[in-house]
């Protein structure tokens, strides 16, 4: 068996994972199933929004699942008893706010049927300063980020769950720590770029009760649909194998980097996961976070 997957009177553990999916492309759902099944992983997918393709390629058909049916799988994964052996819920773009409530309740059943339960919350609201959803599921986040055990924004979903707008590396991590004081053990900021990092390179930064880590990677100059879906997912995956915080932030950016490498390097407009799949447990290079103050 692989690292860290157990069985429940022989069933295997698994992991709900409630947000976006794409038909076509790579992203939320679509990214992150196939990753976290590629290492090992039993997963539950729960689309919040079901479409066509990215909508940043135009002419995305679809839209969101009605709220009923979502409660509906739910009540069926109840039925199956699969909350008493669910070791992870991640939640991502939830599409219209009603659907906090579905997480919500995964949450609350998560952690009752199974002990040591983790929620990840993925805070999906938009990126390089721009709202990718409607202004009332911002609130609805915040709720979630205060319930979660880990918290996963990029430098713009910080601003947005503290109401500040994060300028440099300090500043930065004083804003995790107030979405530490929110409720999360874990906050893990996926992607910034502050007055002081150095040029042509991002900042990814951790925080948990026991300090604060980060990493300078390579910024590669280009958008990426879905990187922090895959970040999330495959931190989720070694956090709960070692719940070393610094270790699944080295794993993670370690194996999503090489995916955006490879990716730059096709020229695609999405995330080559198919071709990158062996690097979301070997990469070539490991990067190994340094503590900060």
């Not at 309740?105 to 199974?114: C, D, L, R, W, Y």
């Amino acid at each position: 068996m692989a690292r860290g997957r157990k069985l429940v009177f022989g069933w295997r553990m698994g992991i709900l994972s409630i947000q976006s999916q794409l038909a076509s492309g790579y992203v939320g759902n679509s990214a992150a199933v196939f990753a976290l099944q590629r290492l090992g992983r039993e997963v539950w997918p729960l689309p919040t929004v079901l479409l066509s393709h990215h909508p940043a390629h135009g002419g995305a058909q679809g839209g969101p699942i009605p709220i009923a049916l979502q409660a509906m799988v739910l009540e069926g994964l109840a039925g199956r008893a699969c909350f008493g052996r669910c070791e992870a819920v991640l939640s991502g773009y939830l599409g219209q706010a009603e659907a906090a409530d579905i997480v919500r309740s995964a949450v609350a059943q998560a952690k009752a049927g199974t002990p040591g339960s983790v929620y990840l919350c993925d805070p999906v609201l938009g990126d390089d300063g721009r709202l990718y959803v409607n202004a009332d599921i911002v609130g609805q986040m915040r709720d979630l980020a205060a319930m979660a055990d880990i918290v996963t924004p990029n430098g713009f979903e910080l601003g947005l769950l503290t109401h500040s707008e994060p300028g440099t590396r300090w500043e930065a991590l004083q804003a995790m720590r107030e979405v530490q004081a929110m409720g999360p053990g874990i906050v893990l900021l996926t992607s910034f770029v502050g007055a002081d990092t150095p040029a042509a390179t991002l900042d990814v930064m951790a925080l948990d009760a026991t300090g604060a880590w980060r990493l300078n990677l390579r910024n590669l100059g280009q958008k990426f649909f879905g990187a922090g879906d895959l970040f999330a997912a495959i931190f989720l995956d070694d956090f709960l194998a070692r719940r070393d915080t610094a270790a699944a932030m080295g794993c993670a950016c370690s194996a999503v980097q090489a995916v955006l490498e490879a990716t730059a390097s096709a020229r695609a407009d999405e995330l080559t996961l198919i071709e990158s799949q062996h690097l979301f447990g070997r990469p070539p290079i490991v990067f190994v976070p340094e503590r900060i103050s």
